[in-house]
């Protein structure tokens, strides 16, 4: 167990909600200039977070059993399924309402559109109105679920290529995402480049060859480790505050890989003051709490903003951020408690047996 990187899945997570806080843009909103200024690029921060830890951590917990055969290519496969699933579909469910008008204007398309999330598989179509309708955040699980059916023939491919070979695989890789950048209709940039999991993969592989890069490097001593710690969060900064002066495409794909992964790294590490502060036990709790966070805050922001401009019962919106934020947490604490925590004790349980 890698105690800082759960704690800094709560804190990404954190990101991601901000980002969604689009409620806050109005023209006679005062927060609207801050909010665009520090919040509205929170999210591919977040999301390229957890594509490269999701292929780190994977690598840390089944490249050994899945090369030795420990472990049945099914079996990952069932884990990895009732690990995301059941919330999944939940929050699918609840997302319904947002969708009537959808479902009795033309009910084929409503059909479509549920299938494709139902399978998760919204994301390889490359329309707005399919990948981010009903729960808008799941197409982020429909990538990590195509992720995880490639894993384990990855792991086995790489098993064959030496270190340095992975290094220049992942040099022609980047230089090939610039080009398609560069050559790709800007009206498929954003569903292509940022969506679309067949180059989304690349941050989930980076997670992969990344862990070979952490088995490779001596521990740091806990003076030096809280020094690397303290740089890489500075680099993730300025390379945040730098982002804001670049073109969106640019910052929503291979932008954030060498700052995320620097993190990924020296807290992988787990000897420096920081670490030590994020391995404390209610930050773990978080950190476990950040699948239900992450899955439900959507859901919640549009619920709460609906009713509240029906019946405008907030009308400061810091207080409705705070309200959204603390709704979100309990969510998160409520499927991690009753949904996720009871599916993990049935596995192990059945794993001993």
Sequence with gaps: MIKPLISLR???????????????IGPDNKFRDLYC???????????????????????????????????????????????????????????????LGLLL??????????????????????????YFSFNLVSWCISNEFFFYLAFPFIILLFSKINFIKKLVLFVFISIGISILIYVLPSRLDHAII???????????????VLYDVYKK????????????????????????????????VIRYSIYYWLPVSFLILVFAMQNGKISFLLSNKLLMILGGMSYGLYI???????????????????????????????????????????????????LRKRKSA
Excluded at 46 to 67: N, R
Excluded at 106 to 122: A, G, P, R, V, Y
Excluded at 218 to 243: D, N, Q, R
Aim: proline share 4%; charged share 15%; glycine share 4%.
């Design 37 to 99: 200024k520090l919040f509205a690029d929170a999210g591919p921060v977040g999301v390229c977070f957890f594509f490269i830890l999701s292929g780190f951590i994977l690598t840390h917990v089944y490249q050994e059993k899945i090369i030795q055969k420990k472990i049945k290519i099914k079996n990952f496969y069932l884990l990895r399924f009732l690990r995301i699933y059941p919330l999944y579909f939940l929050t699918l469910l609840l997302a319904i309402p947002l969708k």
């Design 194 to 208: 940022y969506i679309n999991p067949g180059i989304r993969i690349f941050d989930f592989i980076l997670g992969i």
């Design 296 to 346: 439900s805050h959507f859901l919640i922001i549009k619920y709460v903003t609906w009713l509240n401009k029906r019946f405008e019962v907030i009308d400061s919106v810091m207080l409705l951020i705070i309200f959204v934020f603390l709704l979100s947490l309990i969510c998160g604490y409520f499927a991690y408690s009753y949904i996720e925590n009871p599916i993990n004790k049935l």
């Design 10 to 24: 709560f804190l990404f997570a954190v990101l991601v909600f901000s980002h969604h806080l689009g409620f806050v």
């Design 105 to 130: 204007t033309d009910h084929k398309t409503w059909l479509l559109i549920f299938s494709e999330h139902l399978t998760m598989t919204q994301s390889f179509v490359p329309i707005r109105d399919h």
């Design 217 to 248: 490097l001596h521990p740091l001593s806990k003076s030096k480790a809280t020094y690397f710690e303290l740089a890489s969060i500075v680099f993730l900064v300025i390379m945040y505050i730098v982002g804001i002066f670049l073109p969106q």
